[in-house]
């Protein structure tokens, strides 16, 4: 993310900047960890990004100023007062720059929550140079189930980690962007791993998994005999599905994103 000269003018600048600080290239001096639950009909992506050292010391003054009384010290209601601004320009700046994009166009995706928090290890005076470690989520809903041959785009923060987990039953045929690629599978899912390259984007195209295609075949044969097991079964079933059923809705926890402000002097 770049680093950038702000005048103290309140929190209508990040609005403006936030997509900024999103594309731009990271420092030395944060972690940024991506981690992308994708489902057949939605996904989330969770951020967890630690700031350190001088960046650190940045980041209080920044509360302190904009979301307290400028008295070098954070407190609790400053740090939740800082949240809560941030979380609805960060949700209105993700909206206005799409990040996700199904066969090439981001209409088929909708945020439907997004949230930011910022750690208490920001709290105490402001020239503390120990770390931050913040997180933010966002949530998505695709009117267009992904399935074989759907194309899913990404864009992150370049040279940031990347853990990308798929529905069960679905692998990835191709991936571009990915550097450092590595994969693997647990639960039922093939789970990829590596950075966002310099050019900030990763593109996949989804297959069905062959294991699951197996399955599928070997379950067609046997389904006289799963009819009547699901006739011998079906009291049982009707009277736990009330218990059990509920609205379905993208997994995972959060998406993280941050914004870095390098704040003027104070006079």
Aim: aromatic share 8%.
């Amino acid at each position: 993310m770049r680093a950038y000269i702000l005048s103290l003018t309140g929190f209508l600048l990040i609005a403006l900047l936030m997509p900024a600080f999103l594309a731009g290239p990271c420092t030395a001096a944060f972690e940024l960890s991506n981690n992308i639950t994708l489902e057949r009909d939605g996904m989330t992506w969770e951020y967890q990004e630690q700031i350190t050292g001088n960046e650190a010391v940045l980041f209080r003054n920044f509360i302190d100023l904009q979301a307290g009384n400028d008295d070098n010290f954070v407190n609790a209601w400053e740090i939740l007062k800082a949240e809560t601004v941030l979380r609805d320009q960060m949700k209105e700046a993700v909206k206005t720059n799409p990040d996700v994009k199904l066969n090439g166009t981001s209409e088929p995706v909708k945020v439907t929550d997004v949230d930011f928090w910022l750690s208490k290890e920001a709290l105490g005076k402001v020239e503390k140079n120990s770390s931050i470690t913040n997180s933010a989520s966002v949530s998505y809903i695709f009117e267009k189930e992904t399935g074989q041959g759907t194309e899913i785009w990404f864009m992150g923060t370049p040279n940031s980690g990347v853990t990308i987990t798929l529905p069960v039953g679905l692998d990835v045929k191709r991936a571009e962007g990915l550097e450092n690629k590595s994969q693997e599978s647990g639960n039922n899912r093939t789970v990829l791993k590596g950075n966002f390259g310099p050019q900030k984007n990763i593109t996949i195209w989804i297959s069905e998994n062959e294991n699951s295609k197996a399955g599928e075949q070997a379950g067609e044969g046997n389904s006289e005999q799963d009819i009547e097991n699901k006739s011998e079964n079906a009291g049982n079933k009707t009277e736990t599905a009330g218990k059990t059923a509920e609205a379905r809705k993208p997994s995972g926890s959060f998406k993280d994103i941050f914004a870095w402000f390098y704040l003027s002097p104070k006079s």
